[in-house]
């Protein structure tokens, strides 16, 4: 554990608040007055998963954690958990509760690499590469002679059912890429 | 009987910690009924602002505050169950530690915490209004308060009845053709404001202006304008940095009470007025030049054109606040170009354009004076506007209400 001034957080730090894990998701920095200095911090609880924002002067001391983090792969779902291997094959179990905002990410005999992150030994979040590739199983075709002026539809994944905005020409059975950071489509492989 | 609230002020430079706290304390003892505890590290400072103040005393009523010595402060105080630390100031350890056992061994009324926080016009001040900092090993967190311009803020201070006093005063002048400029100096410089209202009239076309001031090094420049022009102008000249500054262009040094006439510009020099004297010079006044937090507010409250020099920061972080208060202040106003340049030169922001092409402060001071009406209007609005938001004590006061029943919820 180490001493960090908030001032010099950055997102992805982990810090200990009230004996919990919590790993910043923005900070912003600002002048107050005089010469001090306020930082906002939007937090996510890695146990509970709960977000909160909060204030704090920027010389204000916070205790920092360096997190274990290992790369591994989907093994599969048995829920309320799902199960990640290692390059070791050692198996993890991680709440699918925690991995709300990513479960929709996971297919069978998905090759993607996630990062596993350790409290006290204990798997407590994954997060997915910035980029993920996915098939569209289903979105409304293209009317011909549609004036409308719509550049996006909604499109299905397979195997997750996550529906999301693509852009018009996008068809069934096309490969997509993903910005697993926010959710959104980015280009037609 | 409310439970006692204890504000915590430290004064780094100037009178803008004190007068602050002051103003806040007075506000909620008279206007809530909230006794108030003030511990001030100064207190020869807030004797300036409040003369029956005695330094030699570690605690002391006054005005129905208890005012205390923050060397006073130890571990056998008993803390409040409200407590404000004025400006990040950071109250004692001891205290601390105190008010810690208080909010765990008896949770009700719950402790609230509050770090009353810098003004500023800028957007974040009301993403951070009202956050929480989390305790590092307790419960007890420590809310962040800020002052601002917009509802989603705490406000600004403003005493009950302010506005209509201002109002009432404005009144009065306009009924009389405006006051003599030597009766309303001889008025503020006898610090009571006891004298009867002369009879006599502001000079036609006399403009008159107050001067209150950091060091700026365009005050010759100004001075050195209005001397040569030919409409006359006074110039109150505030106690300090003001009259220091005036007295170095003069050549000479000046005291409380002189008089100069140097062209068409009439100095007038002024002792350290108290608050109400000051309100009153603001509210008299076709311009006011004010500076840093408390003068500031007061002078939005006077409905009068204002021209703000702000406290200077670091890395010029003072330029975007500037630019954030113009923002809001000038809105929709017709001649807000005008304003902004003046207020720039002002405080010695370049503007967005090449700053060798930016006007000189004479020019910048003449279009002004052109639309002084609508200026003044337009002053009357805005102080209209933040009538509207409500004032910083009462907000303090249901926000503290808003954290103890959420407390008491949880």
Known sequence: MSVKLAGDLQSGNVVIVEGNPLVVLKAQYNKSGRNAAVVKLRMKNLLTGRVSETVVKADEKMEQIILDKKECTYSYSAPPVHVFVDGDYNQYEIDAETMADVEKYLMPEMTDVV????????PISVVFPKVIIREVEYTEPVTRGDTSGKITKAAVLKHSKYELQVSAFVEIGDKIEIDTETGEFRRRC | MADRWDIFCR?????????????????????????????????????????????????????????????????????????????????????????????????????????????SAEDWVSECHGLATPGSSSSLRKYFFFPGFTTETGGLLKEAGLREQVLRYQQEF???????????????CSKQGENPLPDSQKMPGELRISLFCYQNPRIPQLLDYWSSRSAPTSLFVTHGLATNQVAKWCGHPLKAGDRLQIGALELLILPFLPPSAYDELLWSCDFNFVRGEDSFVRA?????????????????AHHKKLEAFLSLYLGEFSNREAVAEFWRLWNQIPPDRSWANASGIEDAWEKLIHFRQEWNRHSEEWADRLDRKGNLANNLEMFVRKIREETSRS
């Open chain 1, 115 to 122: 990062e596993v992150t350790f409290y006290e030994s204990k």
């Open chain 2, 11 to 119: 004064v780094i430079d100037n009178y803008g910690d004190i007068g602050v706290c002051w103003r806040l304390s007075r506000q909620l003892h008279h206007e809530l009924g909230i006794p108030v505890r003030l511990w001030i590290d100064r207190l020869e400072v807030l004797t300036h602002l409040c003369p029956q103040v005695r330094t030699n005393l570690g605690s002391q009523q006054v005005d129905g505050i208890e005012i205390c010595q923050w060397e006073s402060c130890s571990e056998e105080t008993q803390p409040a169950r409200v407590v404000i630390e004025a400006f990040a100031c950071e109250i004692p350890n001891c205290y601390q530690s105190s008010l810690l056992s208080l909010h765990e061994s008896v949770p009700n009324p719950p402790v609230v915490w509050i770090n009353l926080e810098y003004l």
């Open chain 2, 174 to 188: 306009i009924s009389q053709g405006s006051r003599a400029t030597p009766d309303l100096w001889a008025r503020l």
């Open chain 2, 300 to 316: 939005q409250w006077a409905n009068r054109p204002l021209i703000w020099q702000i406290y200077p920061q670091e890395e010029a």
